[in-house]
């Protein structure tokens, strides 16, 4: 069974900026393409970002696009998202995942606030 762990969330205000962090326990990780994702109270969980598993492919919701960036350290099982311009929409919690039909067991996410 997968694990996946998030971290890096908080609270800030407008304008700020945050990387978020996800480690996945899968020996294979490498050959999946990894998305982050978030959800808001009363919303489905909507996709962010993805990464291929070479990172050469990486796509952006348009709400974030310009303004985050997602990456990957296969040797560190892990996948980021680096976030500027935060504004109060982007408050959610945030989680990665596979990018697939299937998704991996999710784990607990990440909150990140943002407020003035």
């Known amino acids: 069974q997968v694990q996946l762990v998030e971290s890096g969330g908080g609270s800030l205000q407008p304008g700020g900026s945050l990387i978020l962090s996800c480690v996945a326990s899968k020996s294979d990780f490498s050959i999946y393409r990894m998305a982050w994702y978030r959800r808001t109270p009363g919303k489905e969980r909507e996709l962010v970002a993805s990464i291929s598993a070479g990172s050469a492919n990486r796509a952006y919701a348009d709400p974030v696009e310009g303004r985050f960036t997602i990456s990957r350290d296969n040797g560190k099982n892990a996948v980021y998202l680096q976030m500027d311009s935060l504004t109060p929409e982007d408050t959610a919690v945030y989680y990665c995942?596979?990018?697939?039909?299937?998704?991996?067991?999710w784990g607990q996410g990440t909150q990140v606030t943002v407020s003035p």
């Open positions: 995942n596979a990018n697939r039909v299937e998704p991996w067991q």
